[in-house]
C-alpha cells in the first residue's frame, strides 16, 4: 500500500531512502540521529555528511546509507519550536516536500520518515503529526511511492484531543458487551446473511464512483490503495474484496454511514457492534467526511491494526 505507520527503530526499516532528522551542523546527534549513525557505520556516514556541510532548516540532501536497509539517507533539519509565530509549519513542510521531491529525483520507490522535529527540537507532537500527514497525503494525491511514518513510541505521536475523545465517545454509546462471540464466529453469522438485492459489490462500486465524477486515480490514490489491486477489482468479477479494501473504498467515495454499510453488506460484510476496532472506523462515517491518514492514525495509536488492503 503507498501508505503505512509502523512501530519501530528508523535505523532498521528497509526502504529504498531513510530519513534522519538531523542537526543543521554534520555532528553525529542523539535520539534516532544517533541511532542513525550508529547502524549506518559513523565514520564513514560522518565523512559523507561533513562534505554536506552546513544545512538550512527546511533543506533536504542525501549521502549514502552505507550498512542500512537503505540505498540513501536523507538529512533534513526540522525546525526548532519557538511558539509558532517564527513559520514553524512552513519549514516543517518544506522538510517533507523536499524529502519526497529528492527522493523522487534519485529514484526511490519507497521512503521511510520519522516524525520529523517532534523529539528534542520540542515541536508539539499533534502540530508535528497533522503536518506530517497532511504533507504526504498531498504528495500521494499525484506521485506513486511507498511512504512509512515509523513511530518508536506511541507518547510520540499524538492525535487531536477534541478527535480522540470524539471516537472513545462513540464507542462507549455504541459497544456491545454482550455481543461477546469470538471475531471468528462474528464474521460467520455476517458472512452467512442474505447479500442486499440488486448490484453486487463490483458494480455498486463503480455506479458510486460514476456518480461522483471520480477517476480511477483518485479512487484508489484516496483509499490508499495499489493501483494493481484496484486493476484487479476493476477487471476480474469473481474477485472478493478483504472487508479493510472495502472501507479503504467507502473512505475515497466520502460514503456516509448507511451507504458504507450496504457496500460492504454488498461484499458478504459488516460492523460488528461487540467489535471495537470496527467501531473505531465506524465513528469516522458515522460524523461523516471520513478521511483515510485519520482513521489510520487512530487506530494506530489506539493499539488496533491499521487497515490491511489484499
Known amino acids: 500500500m503507498p501508505f503505512r505507520i509502523i512501530r519501530n527503530n528508523i535505523a532498521a526499516v528497509e526502504a529504498d531512502a531513510i530519513v534522519n532528522s538531523a542537526d543543521p551542523q554534520p555532528i553525529a546527534g542523539g535520539g534516532a540521529d544517533g541511532a542513525i549513525y550508529r547502524a549506518a557505520g559513523k565514520e564513514e556516514l560522518l565523512a559523507a555528511r561533513k562534505a554536506i556541510g552546513y544545512i538550512e532548516p527546511g533543506q533536504a540532501f542525501e549521502t549514502p546509507a552505507f550498512n ?32 519526497l521531491k529528492l527522493a523522487e529525483k534519485l529514484g526511490c520507490t519507497s521512503i521511510a520518515f520519522p516524525l520529523i522535529s517532534s523529539g528534542s527540537f520540542g515541536f508539539p507532537k499533534e502540530e508535528a503529526l497533522q503536518t506530517a500527514m497532511s504533507s504526504i497525503g498531498k504528495y500521494l494525491l499525484n506521485h506513486d511511492m511507498e511512504i512509512i511514518l ?26 456491545d458487551y454482550a ?5 471468528r464466529a462474528r ?8 447479500l442486499p438485492e440488486g448490484d453486487t459489490f463490483q458494480e455498486r462500486l463503480f455506479r458510486l464512483i460514476d456518480q461522483r465524477g471520480l477517476t480511477d486515480p483518485e479512487v484508489y490514490k484516496k483509499a490508499n490503495l495499489d493501483k494493481k489491486l484496484f486493476s484487479k477489482i476493476r477487471s476480474d468479477k469473481n474477485y472478493h474484496p478483504k472487508k479493510d479494501t472495502v472501507i479503504s473504498l467507502g473512505v475515497a467515495l466520502k460514503l456516509n454511514l448507511a451507504q458504507m454499510r450496504d457496500l460492504l453488506a454488498r461484499a458478504g460484510y459488516a460492523f460488528s457492534p461487540g467489535d471495537r476496532r470496527d467501531l473505531i472506523i465506524e ?10 491518514y485519520e482513521i489510520e492514525s487512530m487506530l494506530f495509536s489506539l493499539g488496533e491494526k491499521t487497515l490491511y488492503r489484499y
Open 68 to 99: 542500512l536497509k537503505a540505498r540513501y539517507i536523507i538529512h533534513t533539519v526540522g525546525p526548532v519550536w519557538r511558539g509558532g509565530s517564527h513559520s514553524e509549519l512552513v519549514t516543517l513542510r518544506q522538510c517533507y516536500e523536499n524529502c
Open 150 to 175: 515509523v513511530v518508536y513510541d506511541l507518547e510520540s505521536f499524538m492525535l487531536s484531543r477534541h478527535e480522540y475523545d470524539n471516537v472513545r465517545s462513540y464507542i462507549d454509546e455504541h459497544l
Open 179 to 183: 455481543f461477546n462471540r469470538s471475531r
Open 187 to 194: 464474521e460467520e453469522v455476517f458472512h452467512q446473511q442474505k
Open 283 to 292: 465513528s469516522f462515517f458515522a460524523r461523516g467526511n471520513p478521511d483515510i
